[in-house]
């Protein structure tokens, strides 16, 4: 497999990445929303992300009102994407 195909399969993964890390956002920002989780768009989305998001919560427990698990998920992902892209910038490097 030439090493352009391969980065953009590699640029196409990432891409996906940051779709769901944009859609996680909406999604904690839903939650601010009253019933905003309760429309169809709200389910659809609580669907996508509520299997992510369990782990997190069961080991991060709410202080309060403020249920912190969602903010470390969403750095979790932010930290999987960055350590994904370097994966893929060595790959990429050690072909050329």
Request: glycine letters at 4%.
């Amino acid at each position: 497999m030439s090493p352009e195909i391969l980065a953009t399969i590699f640029h196409f993964i990432l891409l996906l990445v940051q779709i769901y890390y944009f859609g996680m956002i909406i999604y904690f920002f839903m939650s601010w929303l009253p019933n905003a989780r309760e429309n169809a768009f709200g389910q659809f989305l609580a669907k996508i992300y509520e299997p992510f998001l369990e782990p997190f919560r069961k080991i991060i427990p709410p202080i309060g009102m403020i249920d912190i698990s969602s903010i470390a998920a969403i750095i979790a992902l932010v930290l999987f994407q960055k350590g994904l892209q370097n994966i893929f910038e060595i790959i990429l490097n050690s072909l050329y």
